[in-house]
């Protein structure tokens, strides 16, 4: 399965970049190119997961949970329900992509659908795609395969690494995020670069390039007609699909939480690597399946670049309100948690930026909380370091006191094991 974004995502297949070790200067997760799905303090491919696909397959080995077929989408419903990822989270990508871009057209778009964890994916005429955040271990990849006898069954797919394991992903088994134009897509990107090949229903902001032919996206002037589109029906066929809505929230937020969801395992796998090389000689690494050569980035370093993201620190502003065109935007900020006066890190602006409280929900994730003590104690230092407002570089200028102040405040209040040091220190 390839997750792409639009605007976000999506559409010709990223190549695969490892160098073999880290490039001289090279100080950026997002630039990593050292393979390390095999290294011994990993395994990739060999470790036992706990993603919660892993999780499903064995309630539905044990009789827990029963897929059921249901319509036109076969088991697509009851699939998302099982792994608790509503269907107001749908978005719809038409460019082709993924190991199923000859289905996916205009008038046949691939729907996907998430949570904090999971991505599902799912083309009329075609399978299921899952792609599944492990704690520890990045995306673990799986198809729902259909049999003509019995119940359908689960399968783990890691030849879908061959797009999934490159640099857009952080160099780590990861989300993709793009837009047809080729932009790896976050929330730094400008809103009139985002959605290319992807379709978008909702209202405001400005212009940008979705619901656009993609024969047409280099347009001067850009096709008209293409913006505040409130449903999808009549634009193609849409049944089988679980609503007629690509939402605009939805794809904001989708875009925002693939990288995050990357650079959490690139900071843990820095972190692990780094573990098993304290007290041995190269040739001990060597011994052992590491090779020495292979550079570990610096965890402060790494742990600023997680930061910054996660505090929205190069956040593109929207260029005027928006409003989605389904339930999403309540749904996902009614999730909390919520802190003593009842605000949250879900709560969503909606008129200049993302979220009213510019850090990233993420920090309550399971990743998150099964980062290694040393990437998540680089994590917290740097994140008080700049919410104090201790950090005085200009960029953090954004971040106003009342931001930081507030983000502080719900964090005392919702997240456990915050260090001490966030409830004894004041802001700045």
Same mark, same amino acid.
């Given at each position: 399965m390839r997750v792409a974004l639009g605007g976000l995502a999506a559409a010709l297949i990223g190549s695969v970049l490892f160098a073999g070790r880290q490039a001289e200067g090279n100080r950026s997760l997002s630039e990593r190119s050292v393979n390390w799905t095999r290294h011994p303090a990993i395994h990739y491919h060999a470790t036992a997961t706990a993603d919660p696909v892993a999780k499903l397959i064995q309630d539905v080995d044990a009789g827990r949970v029963q897929l059921r077929r249901d319509g036109p989408s076969g088991y697509l419903r009851s699939l998302l329900d099982a792994l608790h990822v509503s269907v107001e989270s749908q978005i719809m990508v038409f460019a082709k992509d993924s190991v199923q871009a000859n289905r996916i057209s205009s008038a046949n778009p691939r729907a996907l659908f998430f949570n904090d964890a999971v991505v599902v994916g799912w083309v009329r005429g075609g399978f299921v795609e899952l792609a599944s955040q492990d704690p520890q271990q990045g995306v673990i990849f799986y198809v729902l395969q259909e049999s003509t006898f019995g119940a359908p069954s689960l399968t783990r797919r890691d030849t879908c690494l061959s797009c999934h394991y490159s640099s857009s992903a952080v160099s780590v088994p990861g989300m993709l995020a793009r837009s047809f134009l080729q932009y790896d897509v976050t929330h730094r990107v400008p809103f009139e670069k985002r959605w290319g090949g992807w379709y978008v229903t909702g209202q405001g902001g400005g212009p940008h390039l979705g619901n656009i032919d993609v024969a047409h996206l280099s347009d001067v002037p850009p096709p008209a007609g293409t913006l505040n589109w409130s449903t999808l029906d009549n634009r193609f066929d849409t049944t089988g699909y679980p609503a007629p809505q690509s939402d605009l929230v939805a794809l904001l937020v989708f875009e925002h939480q693939m990288h995050m969801m990357n650079l959490l395992t690139r900071i843990g796998w /820095?972190?692990? =690597? &780094?573990?098993?090389?304290?007290? %041995?000689?190269?040739?001990?690494?060597?011994?052992?399946?590491?090779?020495?050569?292979? /550079?570990?980035? +610096? &965890?402060?370093?790494?742990? %600023?670049? =997680? !930061?910054?993201?996660?505090?929205?620190?190069? /956040?593109?502003? *929207?260029?005027?309100?928006? $409003?989605?065109?389904?339930?999403?935007?309540?749904?996902?900020?009614?999730?909390?948690? $919520?802190?003593?006066?009842?605000?949250? *890190?879900?709560?969503?602006? *909606?008129?200049? $930026? &993302?979220?009213?409280?510019?850090? +990233?929900?993420? !920090?309550?994730?399971?990743?998150?909380?099964? *980062?290694?003590?040393?990437? %998540?104690?680089?994590?917290?230092?740097r994140m008080w370091l700049v919410l104090s407002g201790r950090e005085q570089d200009p960029a953090y200028a954004r971040l106003s006191a009342g931001s930081r102040a507030a983000i502080v405040d719900i964090l005392r209040d919702t997240k456990p094991g915050l260090p001490a040091y966030f409830r004894s220190l004041g802001v700045r």
């Open positions: /820095e972190a692990r =690597v &780094l573990d098993f090389r304290r007290g %041995k000689t190269d040739g001990q690494l060597r011994g052992n399946g590491d090779d020495p050569t292979d /550079e570990i980035m +610096s &965890l402060d370093d790494a742990a %600023k670049e =997680v !930061v910054d993201y996660m505090l929205f620190v190069e /956040e593109a502003p *929207l260029p005027g309100p928006i $409003r989605g065109a389904t339930g999403f935007a309540g749904q996902f900020a009614a999730q909390g948690p $919520r802190d003593r006066r009842g605000r949250s *890190l879900r709560q969503l602006d *909606l008129r200049t $930026r &993302l979220f009213t409280y510019p850090c +990233s929900y993420m !920090v309550y994730s399971a990743q998150f909380d099964a *980062l290694p003590t040393t990437a %998540k104690a680089a994590i917290y230092q």
